[in-house]
């Protein structure tokens, strides 16, 4: 009966223009008979002849004026053209969602906190009034916010955060009102609704004073977010905020982040191994595929994949198994849109020959050291067809799915990096600018070990990146790190550097047959 | 939908309710009597014959008796009862072509004032149709001594003629004809109008003038003939202009004849309209 109540109350609130509207219109034309009916005929007749041309005329003058209004004004800057969706047509259930677990689990807690609002409020809990769903993009934050909405069975409003930012300041907290406004209502006819605002950081970022005024329009939007979340306000409506980012979480404003705005933090990290194997089985139930396919070699293949990668790859696979013709999805087809979404698409005959013998003795270079020396990973596959701006590549994946990498990884890398370098040198006693990439990448590594991880020999302890850290305001400067500390970390990384070098020189040139026996098998098939 | 439907009901009510006259036919006399008395505070007399409605009112100081002209509070009575007559002859069921007003004055018998309308004209110019000063160029105007008009006032009787379309038209344009020989800038003052009078003469609309050029010595205005070729010729513009408005082809042929100097011009219904656009002359 209350629900009723509070539905014709918002019925009314809603068609008020309409019914005032209708009514003037009844008025207007009881007036119009009474005045007809106090006319002479044949007043009365010159009036109802002439009423089409009026009407015509009237009509027409209302066209201009709203295609003058349109076009000058568009209804108003502040404009909110957001409509409902209601829960129930999203038809996003939580069986849908795969491949992240955790999260999923933690967001069923909320639709049923969601759901047993009444019973929270008798125990005395207070309502969740925002969730912040993080992590990389493609993990499916707003697959499960739309989970969240089907399940709970409430109206859903879908905003991007970036729709509030405008050149004009006071536009986005504008548009934040209307939204809280009329989400608010929604909650009070149908007990509450979800309010999911994708990419929040364009927002969210922690807000930022300029005597110049830069940023004003974001600050005063996310001001206007945050009242709306945890202001002062007169009732307490059920309206659910949820709040999508990639960004990190230590660059969105702590007012937004404590509780009592967003309560509950869900990240949505990268599929482990058991979800990327349900995410193959998923999206691989879509095409026809050969069932002999190993879908545990495929997850262990697919590491660190995003679920909107793996259902990228099997896209791609069905299009290249349409585009040589297969009746159905195999392993090479699989494995070739991995290259594919990877590394993008071959470039044949991009390199004179000479320039391809060079790049198979580089690729073979960092095989064979991958191969040999490497203790996480596993080469998977050697190319010397140029794709993405790379002559050639050795691809590798971890032989597990390791969360931390020791000493002898590090070095693996660096060694494995610098095995181009050294093949191309054995080989022709001078390299080429192809060891840029493979430089940059092992120095960094090495800079790291020394400077950041303490993996060096001099016994330096710590991070040492941090003086001269512009991100951290409390970091100590650059010139409170002392000359000489620095003079010996340099020296460390430069001592790893040789270290690694040498290590792989010998190697290589113990190994050499197993390289040339690789340059040949490459160029043959000119993999 | 409940809405469109309910303006659509109303609409055709609105309709139907337009349908009934507001002066029926059976009461259109006492109509325009009670209407005159209420509005206007006058006393008429109405008479309906055939599709002529006949309108009569006594008003004592009708002319200012130094110029001779009607008296401006004399005028707005008889205006106010020519829209009553309108009002009546519009919203009512009985056909009415034209309707006459005659105004006297008690004390001076046999002088009128007669005003006559064509009901087409009304219509036309309520609809905006025509403009306001044509609609006033359609009024036939005349002021006359009417012998007749003494026997009815001793009799107390009031008989009117039945107004043919015809008679209508020719009166109109001999009425615009003189008119436009005093009013206009370039004629007024130049040409004496003592007669013009047009009728229906079998299938020729015969208009008879007399009229004459002022300020010229005997022997030009008898010897001159410029000047009498343009008489005829503005004259034979007037009549086929009326003819023109009110799509009356009723004739063979148009006959201008000036009594003043015994000339005619004579214009088939074919020629008119060669002649109206300049593709013909005639002498």
Known sequence: ?527 | MILNRAILLLVFCIAFASCTPTYPKERIVESVQKLCEKEYNVDVEVVIEGSTMGVRIPLEGLFDTETLQIKPEAFDKITGVMLSASRVALSSDRSIDFYTVITYDPKVPGAEVVMTRYIFDLRRFFLGDISRGEFAKRMVFDVRFNPQAIIDTWLGDFTLKDQSFTEFICEQTSRRIQDEFRENKDLAGKFKVIFCKGSLDGKTLKFVVDISREGLPVSELIHGKAWHGEILEFCMQKICYVAYIYSFKDFDEIEVFNKFDNKSLIISKDEISKWRNRRIRID
């Open chain 1, 1 to 527: 009966m209350l629900i009723l109540h509070k539905r014709i109350k918002l019925f009314l609130l809603d068609h008020w223009i309409k019914m005032a509207i209708g009514s003037a219109v009844v008025l207007l034309i009881g007036a119009a008979i009474y005045g007809l009916s106090t006319l002479e005929s044949f007043y009365r007749h010159m009036t109802l002849a002439t009423l089409p041309l009026q009407i015509l005329i009237v009509a027409v003058n209302a066209m201009i004026f709203v295609y003058m209004y349109m076009t000058v004004f568009r209804g108003g800057f502040a404009k909110l053209d957001k409509g409902l969706v209601k829960g129930e047509k999203i038809a996003v259930s939580f069986n849908d969602v795969i491949g992240i677990d955790e999260a999923k689990q933690e967001s069923w807690e909320v639709v049923e906190l969601i759901k047993d609002r009444r019973k929270l409020q008798q125990i005395g809990g207070q309502v969740i009034k925002g969730i912040l769903m993080m992590g990389p993009p493609g993990c499916g934050k707003t697959y499960l916010a739309k989970a969240i909405a089907t399940e709970s069975g409430i109206p859903f409003i879908s905003m991007s955060a970036s729709e509030f930012t405008e050149i004009f300041v006071g536009v986005g907290a504008s548009r934040m009102r209307k939204l809280f406004k009329k989400a608010r209502r929604l909650a009070e006819a149908h007990g509450g609704c979800i309010v999911f605002i994708d990419e929040l950081d364009a927002i969210g970022k922690k807000r930022g004073y300029s005597y110049l005024g830069q940023g004003q329009e974001t600050n005063a939007t996310q001001n206007q977010l945050l009242v709306e979340m945890d202001g002062l306000k007169q009732k307490q409506e059920n309206v659910i905020v949820i709040g999508a980012t990639n960004a990190p979480e230590d660059t969105l404003d702590e007012a937004m982040l404590r509780p009592g705005r967003f309560d509950r933090k869900v990240y949505i990290d990268r599929p482990n191994l058991e979800g990327r194997e349900s995410l193959f089985r998923f999206y691989l139930t879509k095409v026809k595929h050969d069932e002999k396919l190993d879908i545990g070699r495929l997850a262990r293949r697919a590491v660190r994949k995003t679920p909107a990668d793996i259902m990228n790859i099997v896209k791609e696979s069905a299009l290249i198994a349409t585009r040589n013709k297969k009746d159905i999805v195999s392993l090479k087809e699989i494995s070739d849109a991995m290259d594919r979404v990877d590394w993008g698409i071959k470039h044949r005959g991009f390199m004179t020959p000479k320039e391809r013998e060079m790049v198979a003795y580089h690729e073979a270079g960092h095989g064979v050291i991958l191969y040999m020396l490497h203790p996480a990973d596993d080469v998977f596959k050697i190319s010397i067809i140029s794709r993405k701006g790379y002559l050639g590549a050795t691809m590798h994946h971890p032989k597990e799915e390791l969360q931390t990498r020791n000493k002898d990884a590090y070095s693996a890398d660096i060694k494995t990096s610098l095995a181009g370098y050294v093949a191309e040198k054995i080989k022709y006693g001078t390299t080429s600018n192809g060891v840029s990439g493979d430089f940059m990448k092992s120095m960094q590594q090495a800079h790291d070990m020394v400077w950041r991880l303490g993996m060096g020999k001099s016994g330096l302890v710590g991070d040492y990146s941090i003086y001269g850290n512009t991100v951290n305001s409390n970091a100590p400067s650059a010139t409170q790190l002392a000359e000489s500390t620095k003079e010996k970390l340099n020296a460390e990384t430069q001592a790893i550097m040789q270290e690694c070098l040498k290590e792989v020189e010998e190697l290589l040139k113990k190994e050499w047959n197993i390289v040339e026996t690789l340059v040949k098998e490459l160029l043959e098939r000119r993999a």
